[in-house]
Structure formats: structure tokens, C-alpha cells
């Protein structure tokens, strides 16, 4: 059944598996659905060849208006959002699959600015944050007082930068970062969008409070594993509400995205499909 609200005309920034994925149901699935991929771009266009048509292929990210786009989703690395997110914004809402860049106070600025000018809504994937509702929910009931999100995998699939590449790894498990999760996305972009999330979903804690742990993990092979734990304020009792939730992904070696998020991405893009476009930045 066809969607029955815009956005209908989605470009999408990045091809690698998840982007390849989404261009794959956007052209399979997608005309039923009322959705038409209007462009692909990559910042190797030669990734694209032989398997994108050539008429959907943008050469120059800038030149996107000209496909008029309804949705720009991005699923390529957080320096797109932070170079290109408020101008792709100008055109059409905006799917952010690397809410890691968010964790720079001035892109979050930058793209809050304008979205409100352009009328225009960024919504933020969940990927592979389980209970995001549910976060959400405690947040802004005040019920929730602390936040930590580990996030194991085998080192194969860490993409580290800056200091976090030379951490030695000692042992069959070394955590490598603990602590407030806006320190960690400059140096673990792209391993640390599920913690982004989970910043998002609770503003009360934001980039600064939520506590994030990425962990190498020498005896994942073949998964990610993410740990949720978070809890309330005491009660009368001076027991805590606490919830701890323990997700495993399946994956390949050396994946940096597990199958279940590559998944979830299509709903959030259907999700936000069926969402007004409203200003502000929206989980999907």
C-alpha cells in the first residue's frame, strides 16, 4: 500500500552496505510504496558502477536540488552531515544516519538553524538502539537519572581515529573509552552513532551525560553486542527503577554495520516518511 504522506522523492548520500541496502528496496520496493529514488551519490563514484543506473547517479553533491528530492537520507560518515547537512537542508528533509556528528555542539546548531529556516525536519534512525521510546518516554517524565550504553565488537570492525587508534588492545576483551559520550564520537564516528542516539532519545542527559563504552572484543565474530542500562531516581523505598537490556546483532566479520540495523534503517526511513515535516530534530 502506498504511503500516503511526503516525502515521495528520496535521494540517498553514501553506497556502502547500508547505503546499497536502502537504494536496493528504494528501487525494488519503492514504487509500490509511492517512493521514487531520485539519486544516488558516493563520494567514489566509481563504487556506483554497474549497479546504480547512470541516470540516478549525482556526480556533485551540491547540484542535488536539481532531483528535487522530498528526502536526502544519509548513511555515509558524519563530516557529510557536518559539511553538507544545512545546505541539503535547504532542499528537503533529511534522514541522518551518523547522529555522531551531532555530538559537535556547532553542527547541531548549524543544522537546528536551519531546519527552522527551510521549514524543513532532520530526523535522526535509531539504528541499533532497542527501547528508544521507552527512553524517550522516562526522559521527559523526569524519570531517568543515568544512561550508559556499551557497545562491543571485534576490533576488526572499529574504524578508530586520533587517539583511540592507538590503544592497545590487551587481552581477548579491552575497553577503550568510558565516559561521556560526546568525547567519544570525534575519534569513533562511525561506532558510536547507536550511543548518539541514545543522547538524543534523552535530552535531559544529552552528549555530556549519557555514558558510553565501546569495547573491543576479540570473541565477537560474528555479532555486535549492545548493553542499555539505565535507571531512575530512588523511591520512597530507596530502590531505583532500573532497566538493563542486552541486544546481540548478527554481523560480518569486520562489519562495521550489524544485519538487524541495516533492517531497522528501512523502517526508520518509512517511518519518517509518514511524519510531517516539522522543524527540530525527530527520532525515527
Not at 568525547?183 to 562511525?190: D, E, I, K, S, Y
Request: net charge neutral; hydrophobic share 40%; glycine share 10%.
Amino acid at each position: 500500500m502506498a504511503l500516503d504522506r511526503v516525502p515521495r522523492r528520496v535521494g540517498v548520500v553514501g553506497y556502502g552496505r547500508l547505503g546499497q541496502s536502502l537504494v536496493s528496496h528504494l528501487l525494488t520496493q519503492g514504487p509500490e510504496l509511492g517512493l521514487e529514488l531520485v539519486f544516488v551519490w558516493n563520494r567514489d563514484p566509481g563504487r556506483m558502477k554497474g549497479s546504480v543506473p547512470p541516470s540516478l547517479q549525482l556526480q556533485n553533491l551540491a547540484a542535488l536540488g536539481e532531483r528535487h528530492p522530498d528526502l536526502v537520507v544519509e548513511v555515509a560518515h558524519p563530516k557529510i552531515i557536518q559539511e553538507s547537512g544545512a545546505q541539503i537542508l535547504r532542499c528537503a528533509n533529511l534522514l541522518v544516519g551518523s547522529p555522531s556528528a551531532l555530538a559537535d555542539q556547532a553542527t547541531e546548531h548549524q543544522l537546528l538553524e536551519a531546519s527552522h529556516h527551510w521549514n524543513h525536519a532532520v530526523f535522526v534512525a535509531r539504528g541499533a538502539l532497542w527501547g528508544i521510546e521507552d527512553i524517550t518516554r522516562l526522559d521527559a517524565a523526569g524519570g531517568l537519572q543515568s544512561l550508559r550504553v556499551t557497545m562491543a565488537t571485534h576490533p576488526d570492525g572499529l574504524r578508530l581515529e586520533g587517539p583511540l587508534a592507538a590503544v592497545p588492545s590487551t587481552g581477548c576483551r579491552t575497553v577503550l573509552y568510558e565516559g561521556p559520550i560526546r568525547g567519544l564520537c570525534p575519534f569513533a564516528p562511525r561506532n558510536s552513532n547507536t550511543m548518539a542516539a541514545a543522547a538524543l532519545a534523552a535530552p535531559s542527559l544529552g552528549f555530556d551525560g549519557v555514558v558510553g563504552v565501546l569495547v573491543a572484543d576479540l570473541s565477537l565474530t560474528d555479532m555486535h553486542v549492545v548493553d542499555v542500562e539505565l535507571s531512575g531516581p530512588p523511591g520512597p523505598t530507596g530502590r531505583r527503577f532500573a532497566v538493563h537490556i542486552h541486544r546481540e546483532n548478527p554481523a560480518e566479520p569486520g562489519a562495521v554495520t550489524g544485519s538487524a540495523t541495516v533492517t531497522t534503517f528501512w523502517r526508520s526511513l518509512l517511518g519518517c516518511c509518514q511524519l510531517p515535516s516539522r522543524p527540530g530534530i525527530h527520532l525515527c
